[in-house]
């Protein structure tokens, strides 16, 4: 009898544990900012921007909870219940902001101010070769996407696991990595 109940309360405690995926240090370190560092680009005027970091944790992610800014919630990310690795970077002379999140699955997130700008999967999005700016960068991940309609560029980037975001375009506003 007491054997029963034992088990009773038991599976009760179990089944509304909330049970959370770690994050491999290998894809934590998919992301290559650390706090304290300091990573320049040009942008679409010539200008250098300095970005600074100013966040970096690993944390409890809920994909229906998430906003890397701190405020408003948005509700389009898949990944619930996990470990995930957020670094923010933010730029005092223009106020820009970046965020990086990345979740078990090698999957990254990453917001330009409050825009989506990279959704990857390092599984399935292939690596390349690719120069930028006369600068050939290897293992790189990239997305791209054109107005069905007018055949305008919509966004491009580029991200590798050792630069980090090496160019993006979005908005009619552009970022490129200074080497």
Request: some cysteine; hydrophobic content about 40%; proline content about 4%.
């Given at each position: 009898?007491?054997?029963?109940?034992?088990?009773?309360?038991?599976?009760?405690?179990?089944?509304?544990?909330?049970?959370?995926?770690?994050?491999?240090?290998?894809?934590?370190?998919?992301?290559?900012?650390?706090?304290?560092?300091?990573?320049?680009?040009?942008?679409?005027?010539?200008?250098?921007?300095?970005?600074?970091?100013?966040?970096?944790?690993?944390?409890?992610?809920?994909?229906?909870?998430?906003?890397?800014?701190?405020?408003?919630?948005?509700?389009?990310?898949?990944?619930?219940?996990?470990?995930?690795?957020?670094?923010?970077?933010?730029?005092?002379?223009?106020?820009?902001?970046?965020?990086?999140?990345?979740?078990?699955?090698?999957?990254?997130?990453?917001?330009?101010?409050?825009?989506?700008?990279?959704?990857?999967?390092?599984?399935?999005?292939?690596?390349?070769?690719?120069?930028?700016?006369?600068?050939?960068?290897?293992?790189?991940?990239?997305?791209?996407?054109?107005?069905?309609?007018?055949?305008?560029?919509?966004?491009?980037?580029?991200?590798?696991?050792?630069?980090?975001?090496?160019?993006?375009?979005?908005?009619g506003k552009s970022l490129t990595l200074l080497p």
């Amino acid at each position: 009898m007491i054997f029963c109940m034992m088990l009773m309360v038991m599976s009760a405690c179990i089944e509304h544990a909330e049970i959370y995926k770690l994050l491999p240090a290998s894809e934590a370190a998919l992301i290559p900012y650390q706090m304290g560092q300091t990573v320049s680009f040009t942008n679409q005027n010539g200008d250098t921007l300095a970005f600074s970091v100013v966040l970096d944790e690993t944390h409890l992610f809920d994909g229906e909870n998430y906003n890397p800014y701190g405020d408003e919630k948005m509700h389009y990310l898949p990944q619930n219940y996990c470990y995930a690795r957020s670094v923010n970077l933010e730029c005092e002379r223009t106020s820009d902001k970046l965020s990086f999140t990345i979740v078990p699955g090698k999957e990254l997130f990453a917001f330009w101010n409050r825009d989506l700008l990279i959704d990857c999967f390092f599984t399935y999005n292939p690596a390349e070769t690719v120069t930028i700016d006369g600068t050939t960068y290897n293992q790189v991940h990239s997305g791209i996407l054109y107005s069905s309609q007018t055949g305008e560029l919509l966004f491009e980037w580029h991200y590798s696991a050792e630069y980090g975001l090496i160019s993006a375009k979005f908005g009619g506003k552009s970022l490129t990595l200074l080497p």
